[in-house]
C-alpha cells in the first residue's frame, strides 16, 4: 500500500515549546476533539478513533562520520472506522 504523506514539518525548538505542543495533542486526545495540524501553507484534521495504536520508540544512529542521533518518537495509527487493541505502556 502507498504511503501518502498528509503533513510533515521539522525544526528546532525548546523543550518548553515541545512541551506545549505535546500537552495540546494531549488534550485533544483526552477530550476527544479533533487535532488540526498547521505550518506555512500546510494543514490537516485528523480525528483519531478512541483507541488508537500509540507506538514509542527510541533509536539511535550512528553516520559514517561516527556522529550519533538519538531520537524519541510517538506515533498514533489507526486504521479509519476502527478502534485499536489493549496494550500497556509506561513511561516515566
Known amino acids: 500500500m502507498p504511503e501518502e504523506v498528509l503533513f510533515e514539518t521539522e525544526n528546532t525548538q525548546s523543550r518548553t515549546d515541545i512541551a506545549a505542543y505535546l500537552r495540546t495533542v494531549a488534550d485533544k486526545l483526552e477530550s476527544g476533539e479533533p487535532i488540526t495540524l498547521s505550518a506555512g501553507s500546510q494543514s490537516v484534521t485528523l480525528e483519531p478513533p478512541a483507541r488508537p495504536v500509540f507506538e514509542v520508540k527510541a533509536e ?20 479509519e472506522g476502527e478502534d485499536g487493541d489493549d496494550g500497556s505502556l509506561a513511561i516515566e
Open 60 to 79: 539511535r544512529e550512528t553516520s559514517a562520520t561516527d556522529r550519533t542521533e538519538t531520537s524519541v518518537e510517538f506515533e498514533l495509527e489507526w486504521k
